[in-house]
């Protein structure tokens, strides 16, 4: 296969593959894995559409045995083709229109696991992509210009919501409090009490296993990751290593969420998230050893890792109920994210980091923040440790 199968450019070297996974590779290739990941992640739904190969749309041509699975799998959120107007048949990405990118942005709208701040990424990311193959006079592009970003002006973005950064209306410590204290449930209690205290995200709490935590009591007898041996109190480890879909060495498995840290990360725990942890780990089913996930599943799948998937929709759902769901793209829908805005900004409120537009030190610990702070994890200096742990918010007081 010659380069002239990929297209040319008049600036620049040739392509040598697909245009997709050649920007990919030019124009993000020297950047950290974990952001390369994103620009994959964003631009995979873009190919699985234009081959309408959405992965929660039964299609004609899908068997029972598929169609079964894709049931079992989204429930409520299954859609049919038949039902749709923005089905393709099947494109290549220089053969976009300007409806058809509209098209897209519905079928961005449509998707069960999206925000409408996600689904903004999801477009920027695609008219980067345009716009790299259009700088580099790519002969595949040159006459169709940006579809993406002629859409946008044309009011496509309303049809993926307010394409901006987030910014939530935060609820008060108290109300944090009752929110997490009505799940009544041991290990939801345990995971939004610690999104709270961390600003984790909710592929934190899929991939950690019990060597990730120290916890400084006499039943927690299992190995711990080697970043803990030196603690002396309790204190998390965040890997940066576990990437969706790839397979990870070190743990013998293949994640199926990301951490999206490129940092490896250590979290002090204070009493009260400690005393969570315990009496989440007093109904674990699972063996107390290094290797068994920290959070597993109670319902569906049980005893099984917890999906990401499953925080996601059991936190909406008791959003909902307690009436802290405004509508699809709301930012101040209480959803898993939400809690690393939260944190994020009652932590620095409390260090009194907010004035000048920055994150403190130690919220840029806690958020793994790698271009502020060292990839290291010794910052964690005991007067700091002492700190975070009086400041760190309490909902069980």
């Known amino acids: 296969m010659s380069d002239s199968d990929f297209g040319e450019t008049g600036r620049g070297n040739n392509p040598e593959q697909p245009p997709i996974d050649w920007f990919i590779e030019k124009r993000h290739g020297h950047h950290a894995n974990a952001t390369q990941d994103n620009i994959?992640?964003?631009?995979?739904?873009?190919?699985?559409?234009?081959?309408?190969?959405?992965?929660?749309?039964?299609?004609k041509k899908d068997n029972e045995k598929t169609i079964s699975t894709k049931r079992q799998k989204w429930g409520d959120d299954l859609r049919y083709e038949q039902d749709l107007d923005w089905t393709t048949g099947g494109i290549y990405p220089q053969d976009l229109s300007i409806d058809g990118a509209h098209q897209y942005f519905q079928a961005l709208a449509a998707n069960p696991n999206l925000s409408g701040g996600t689904e903004a990424q999801h477009v920027g990311t695609v008219c980067q992509f345009y716009d790299f193959c259009l700088s580099?006079?790519?002969?595949?592009?040159?006459?169709?210009?940006?579809?993406?970003?002629?859409?946008i002006e044309e009011g496509g973005?309303?049809?993926?919501?307010?394409?901006?950064?987030?910014?939530?209306?935060?609820i008060s410590v108290s109300e944090m409090s009752e929110y997490i204290r009505s799940w009544r449930h041991p290990l939801w209690e345990a995971i939004t009490a610690f999104l709270a205290k961390s600003t984790a995200r909710r592929g934190v709490v899929h991939n950690l296993d019990l060597q990730d935590a120290y916890l400084d009591h006499p039943s927690c007898n299992w190995g711990i990751h080697k970043t803990l041996r030196r603690k002396n109190r309790p204190f998390l480890h965040i890997s940066p290593k576990p990437r969706k879909g790839d397979y990870w060495n070190e743990r013998n498995r293949t994640p199926a969420a990301s951490n999206k840290t490129n940092v490896h990360r250590t979290i002090p725990i204070d009493n009260e998230?400690?005393?969570?942890?315990?009496?989440?780990?007093?109904v674990h089913p699972g063996p107390m050893s290094g290797d068994t996930p920290f959070f597993v599943s109670l319902n569906d799948n049980w005893g099984e890792r917890i999906s990401a998937t499953t925080v996601l929709k059991k936190i909406r759902a008791h959003s909902e109920d307690l009436g802290y769901w405004y509508g699809t793209n709301d930012d101040d829908n209480i959803n898993v994210h939400y809690f690393r805005h939260w944190a994020t900004s009652v932590i620095d409120e409390r260090l009194e980091a907010t004035l000048r537009g920055q994150h403190a030190?130690?919220?840029?610990?806690?958020?793994?923040?790698?271009?502020d702070t060292m990839d290291n994890y010794t910052h964690w200096s005991d007067p700091r440790v002492e700190h975070y742990l009086d400041i760190c918010p309490t909902f069980y007081g």
Request: charge should be positive; glycine fraction near 4%.
């Open 40 to 59: 994959r992640y964003y631009t995979k739904f873009f190919k699985n559409w234009l081959k309408d190969q959405i992965p929660w749309v039964i299609y």
């Open 136 to 151: 580099r006079s790519h002969s595949w592009f040159i006459k169709t210009g940006n579809p993406i970003q002629l859409a």
């Open 157 to 170: 973005n309303k049809i993926i919501g307010d394409m901006r950064s987030r910014n939530p209306a935060l």
């Open 273 to 282: 998230l400690r005393n969570l942890f315990l009496r989440w780990l007093v």
């Open 361 to 371: 030190t130690t919220t840029k610990l806690l958020r793994g923040d790698q271009e």
